[in-house]
């Protein structure tokens, strides 16, 4: 197929009527809508002229004060009324037990972050975690059919400390670290 010259040539005359258009012609004049507005704008806007006009000489400080019976002391509260229920004096002779409780120490923790076939990916593991502030420890673990690195935080003495580090690991992008009792 030959190639066509689409610049050089003029445009074809779209001798289709557009749906959308109208051909009657559109009324001449405003709509009512605005001319409501328009009118309220000349009636409102002098207005509040007039009013701010006319309280600008008014001092702030005059206040209507309602009157007050004189004869009748507004410092004195009314009695309290009696109360309906006992509730009120039951807790006022109420004896409040408290149990004894022992929070035992589960003993220390520690966290371990990685275990890996290679040395190499442990001290890597190692090094990151150096970067965060923290120290890590890489232990040899010799297992029946092969040999892993363990990367491990720790001793932790309470498990929040141990959390709170975890966090702080995980937002320098150090996941995956669990929490262990130490054996």
Not at 2 to 31: C, F, I, L, M, W
Not at 62 to 76: G, M, S
Request: glycine content about 6%.
């Amino acid at each position: 197929m030959a190639h066509q010259d689409y610049v050089s040539r003029s445009r074809a005359k779209n001798k289709k009527q557009s749906p959308y258009k109208k051909n009657a012609e559109p009324v001449a004049g405003t709509p009512l809508k605005v001319k409501l507005i328009a009118a309220f704008l000349v009636i409102a806007l002098p207005s509040f002229g007039y009013m701010l006009w006319s309280i600008k000489d008014v001092p702030p400080d005059t206040v209507v004060i309602p009157k007050v019976n004189k004869a009748k002391k507004t410092t004195d509260l009314p009695e309290p009324p009696e109360e309906k229920w006992t509730y009120v004096d039951d807790l006022k002779s109420k004896q409040v037990e408290v149990g004894e409780y022992e929070v035992k120490q589960r003993g220390p923790y520690k966290m371990q972050c990685g275990s890996f076939k290679t040395r190499k990916q442990a001290e890597s593991l190692k090094a990151k975690i150096a970067f965060t502030g923290l120290e890590a420890q890489v232990s040899k673990s010799v297992g029946t059919s092969s040999t892993w690195y363990k990367v491990y935080l720790g001793p932790y003495t309470k498990k929040r400390n141990a959390e709170k580090d975890k966090h702080k690991l995980k937002n320098n992008a150090v996941h995956g670290c669990k929490i262990w009792g130490w054996d």
